[in-house]
């Protein structure tokens, strides 16, 4: 007789039901629990989690094993921390059958002054293991239900603290705890400044297998003539997901079908489609699939677009690498997900067909953070440019669109956005070139200073020889025209220095500012405005400036730039035929100079002997450091399709470049070709060379990435998406890369073309990326003509402005303390990436003089306070040294070290030059200028001191003796 009841959906089944199925997980929790461990069952929702306890708690207590089982959900979420712990002891005093033995209410009552964790501390301490003197397990189910109250953390902190207690008090060992839910450890402690859930045992609730269901297929047997094929085809549809499983064998049960012989897969498919697919929300009952569907819809919306994009990875391809990010997690808790060989699937083809892609593209058009500005640029014929998107807008779009497939209608519209956002910036772009307008007129103020001074002097000289005719007494004119004329200088060389800052040209603004400091120290009178102005330009350029160098020289664009393995030395390549060597302090050491060769890239080789370059026109040359030519690899030339990369394989002396045919050329570096690598259907633009693992990774403009083997093996291929790839490089351990190009992105992928992470995006397209050498660091180089530095997490660090053109390439040096970037505005700029300046506080008055010891270890100061400070070069205070008297005859204007830099010279307003110990002794003080001493020099071997003052002279001193 059919029991058209047999199969039971929702809800937890009862001890021995007929259609409980024993998986391994049945096996599992039972041993580890009885042992002691901490047992946890996370997974999604109606897999049978609760029925798992009810059947390991009966089998536990058969076995006099005290147990009781608390659902979080009976005590609810929107209490306070004192109504939910006094009804989680509530709860376990009733579970235990203690409830008649322990009054709830006085012994609650009786603990009031203790905080709430602390009362239930004491149900255990007191009252269970007192009560019970075998092993205690207590089951907390829905786990999931309290994620979101503010003192969860604490809750599950201290079942952790029970479980550690163990090694303390033995009597904890008798207890553990088995947590059920739809949650993963990192959920229940959330605080990073607490110690994780990094305790317990996993037990792993996987679908029903074919050799399982013996117990499903009982309630087949009178209604089908072959239970276990129809079985069988239940589990293809079904996966083994225990409610569907559950749910379709009642179909068949109740359905007026015969499912005859032989057709069977016919006749379930039937089934499917009709009761379960067709109109499925309305057919979900009880509910299933809008669990799954409200799961992933009603959560955060960016973790919505988060878990789509995720999803639709995993439809295109039918199955990603499961790397437990806590994006898969979340996904695989909908249940819409499962693992299976560390990858991740579509759970069944019953969530497979109908959470499908016309599923998906209908939730993304609802979801999508323009939906209302789309609707309205469409029905406005796509002439409404109000409703693009501009700036931050634009870019929270293409971080939501970056790992979704997009519609024709999306991708319009996103291109749409982006070209208003360029003529926005080339808008800008001219307004600030209408501002560099004030730079021009802070030069004009300058030039027009200068020919005034000129102009003045000249009269004022002549003005001047009258009166010492007329009056020999009389000067007072002349001399203020003089000090006016300075005046005049210092003040247009500073605001020249605030104009050229404001232009992004921070070197030639401190190069300004320096000046005006010079001329003002040197100036016979100064008034307190034109000081400050000087003091107020110096400290914004010092504060501002991060190019270290500039390398100039070449006449065309400079395409390549890169350090020496050993950072000493530069290297450079040009469109103007020649490829340079600098020195780290940007002196050029040697020029290599061929006609007609265009050059578009230079690398060293990794023992700093050799370099070889790479020109337009497909040849390759190879020099020594020392400039003697070795051999020249000549290419066809092919305007159409040139290389432009190539790179040295470390420990070997084989040059890895790309050929005119889409290939890769390894040589030997005397010319020989070893191998030709093929696989890329572009034009390949960049190569890179691992430094520890002797691979290559080559991108074309097609946006392919391969990677291969030393040895020429193509290891991997796979699509970095639809724009070309400017750019690619291996990090320091050659586990990750680094990819830039033509959709203004960084990009990090893993070795089996994984993308990682968008680090970030510039505002054009990016030419050049690198890693540092620790690895933490990525700089990138784009046509927008900035250089950027990246955290390895995303984060933005630095904006380096100050290049006239694009950036086409950027290189760290090797301690990755100073970045080079190169061109199209021909110059080579080196920058600084230490701190802001270090301020040493300790002065009470403006400063004239700063010095460091020959060794650089010593830092000295001087000016108006009338004091010398002496400074470590990490700005710890050594010593302060105040002459006897303070009046302001005393200000010192300058001061300096002697060679050997054990004693300082220092001279100022009272017209004397005194030598000082480091400790802080006059040694000695020459007397015999008539006006201030303004400047003061040891000679070479620190016997002579000369020096400068108003008085007209220059005086040699004989430091053991006197003038």
């Known amino acids: 007789m059919t029991n058209f009841n047999y199969y039971k959906l929702g809800g937890s089944l009862e001890y021995q039901h007929p259609t409980y199925v024993i998986r391994q997980a049945d096996s599992d929790l039972y041993e580890g629990l009885k042992n002691g461990d901490l047992c946890y069952v996370l997974n999604s929702r109606q897999m049978g989690k609760s029925s798992l306890r009810v059947h390991t708690m009966k089998q536990l207590k058969e076995e006099g094993i005290k147990c009781a089982s608390v659902d979080l959900t009976r005590i609810g979420s929107h209490v306070t921390p004192s109504e939910w712990y006094g009804g989680l002891v509530s709860e376990l005093l009733r579970g235990f059958g203690l409830s008649k033995k322990v009054n709830f209410g006085t012994w609650w009552r009786e603990r009031e002054f203790l905080p709430p964790k602390q009362r239930l501390s004491e149900l255990i301490d007191d009252v269970l293991l007192t009560e019970f003197p075998g092993k205690i397990i207590i089951f907390i189910d829905e786990v999931d239900s309290i994620l ?42 959330a605080d990073k400044n607490r110690t994780p859930f990094n305790i317990g045992r996993a037990i792993e609730l996987n679908g029903f297998q074919l050799n399982e269901v013996e117990s499903l297929m009982q309630g087949l047997e009178d209604i089908v003539a072959r239970p276990q094929t129809i079985l069988s085809e239940v589990l293809k549809w079904t996966g083994g997901q225990p409610f569907l499983t559950q749910k379709l064998c009642q179909l068949i049960c109740i359905s007026n079908n015969s499912f005859p012989k032989f057709q069977e897969k016919e006749y379930v498919e039937k089934l499917v489609q009709t009761q379960i697919i067709e109109n499925w929300e309305a057919q979900d009952e009880p509910e ?42 979340q996904l695989r808790l909908t249940g819409l997900i499962v693992k299976q060989q560390g990858k991740l699937r579509i759970y069944n083809c019953i969530y497979a067909e109908i959470f499908n892609q016309i599923w998906l593209d209908k939730v993304l058009a609802n979801i999508r953070p323009y939906s209302q500005n789309l609707n309205i640029w469409v029905s406005s014929n796509f002439q409404d440019e109000s409703r693009l998107l501009r700036g931050q807008s634009l870019q929270d779009a293409r971080n939501w669109a970056a790992d979704k497939g997009l ?76 000090k006016d004329i300075q ?90 035929n020649t490829v340079r060597l600098w020195n780290i302090n940007g002196k050029e050491i040697r ?80 010319g020989q070709g070893i191998k030709t690598l093929k696989g890329h259907k572009f034009p390949i633009w960049s190569i890179s060379c691992s430094l520890n693992s002797k691979n290559i990774i080559t991108a074309d403009l097609g946006g392919f990435i391969i990677i291969w083997s030393a040895n020429g093996e193509k290891i991997k291929t796979w699509k970095a998406g639809n724009q070309s790839i400017f750019d690619v490089s291996f990090s320091p351990d050659g586990k990750t890369i680094v990819t830039a190009g ?55 660090l630095k904006t380096l402005k100050g290049h006239n053109n694009s950036v ?26 230490d701190q802001e300046p270090k301020t040493l506080i300790g002065h009470s008055d403006s400063l004239w003089a700063v010095s460091f010891s020959p060794n650089g270890k010593i830092i000295a100061s001087a000016g108006d306070d009338k004091t010398i400070q002496l400074w470590s070069i990490d ?46 002794e006059n040694i000695k003080t020459f007397q015999g200028h008539k006006d201030q001493v303004i400047d003061v020099n040891f000679s070479p071997n620190g016997k002579i001191l000369a020096t400068a003052s108003y008085d007209g002279t220059v005086k040699l001193w004989d430091i053991n003796n006197q003038e």
């Open 288 to 329: 299933h699939l809008k669990t799954i569907r409200d799961r992933i819809l009603q959560s955060s919306e960016n973790q919505t677009g988060r878990l789509l994009g995720l999803y639709q990875q995993i439809l295109n391809h039918g199955e990603i690498i499961a790397d437990d990010s806590p994006e898969q997690t």
């Open 742 to 796: 033509g959709d203004t992105t960084i990009k990090l992928w893993n070795l089996d073309g994984k993308e990682l992470k968008t680090i970030g995006k510039h505002d054009n397209y990016v030419t050049s990326v690198s890693f540092s050498s620790d690895g933490q660091t990525i700089i990138s180089g784009s046509a927008d003509n900035t250089v950027k530095l990246w955290s390895i997490e995303g984060k933005e």
């Open 808 to 833: 086409f390439s950027v290189s760290f040096n090797p301690d990755h303390k100073i970045i080079a970037s190169a061109s199209a505005d021909n110059t080579i700029k080196l920058w600084n990436l």
């Open 591 to 670: 020029r290599f100079i061929d006609n007609n060769q265009r050059f578009r890239n230079v690398k060293f080789s990794p023992d700093n002997k050799i370099i070889a370059a790479i020109s337009a026109n497909n040849t390759i040359k190879i020099w020594q450091i020392n400039g003697e030519k070795l051999i020249t690899l000549k290419g066809q030339d092919n305007q159409d399709n040139f290389m432009n990369s190539l790179c040295f394989i470390p420990d070997s002396k084989i040059l890895a470049a790309p050929s005119q045919d889409n290939t890769i050329q390894l040589w030997s570096i005397d």
């Open 487 to 576: 005046l005049e200088k210092i003040t247009s060389l500073s605001i020249s220095s605030h104009a050229l800052l404001n232009s992004n040209r921070e070197l030639d603004a401190l190069i300004a500012a320096i000046k005006a400091a010079r001329q003002l120290k040197s100036a016979t009178w100064t008034d307190a405005n034109t000081k400050e102005s000087v003091k107020l330009a110096l400290q914004r350029a010092v504060y501002k400036v991060r190019e270290r160098n500039r390398l100039e020289g070449h006449n065309d664009a400079v395409r390549s730039v890169t350090f020496s393995p050993n950072g000493k030395i530069i290297a450079t390549a040009s469109e103007d």
């Open 875 to 920: 700005g710890q205070k050594l010593k302060s040294i105040s002459p006897n008297s303070n009046l302001d005859w005393n200000r010192i204007w300058n001061i300096t070290f002697s060679p050997d830099g054990n004693t300082i010279a220092t001279v100022g307003f009272d017209q004397t030059v005194k030598i000082w110990s480091l400790d802080g």
């Open 148 to 189: 979101r109250i503010n003192f969860k953390d604490d809750f599950f902190a201290f079942i952790r603290a029970c479980y550690n207690q163990r090694a303390d008090n033995p009597e904890y060992q008798r207890l553990t705890f088995c947590l059920l839910g739809v949650a993963t450890p990192s959920n229940l402690i």
């Open 407 to 482: 519609s024709d209608l999306d991708r319009k519209f996103l291109d749409a956005s982006q070209e208003l956002e360029k003529r926005d910036i080339q808008k800008k772009l001219q307004i600030e070139a209408e501002a560099s307008g004030i730079l021009a007129t802070a030069n004009d103020v300058l030039l027009v200073a200068n020919q005034k001074a000129k102009k003045r002097i000249q009269i004022g000289g002549g003005v001047l020889v009258i009166s010492i005719v007329i009056a020999m007494s009389t000067g007072t004119w002349a001399n203020r025209m003089i």
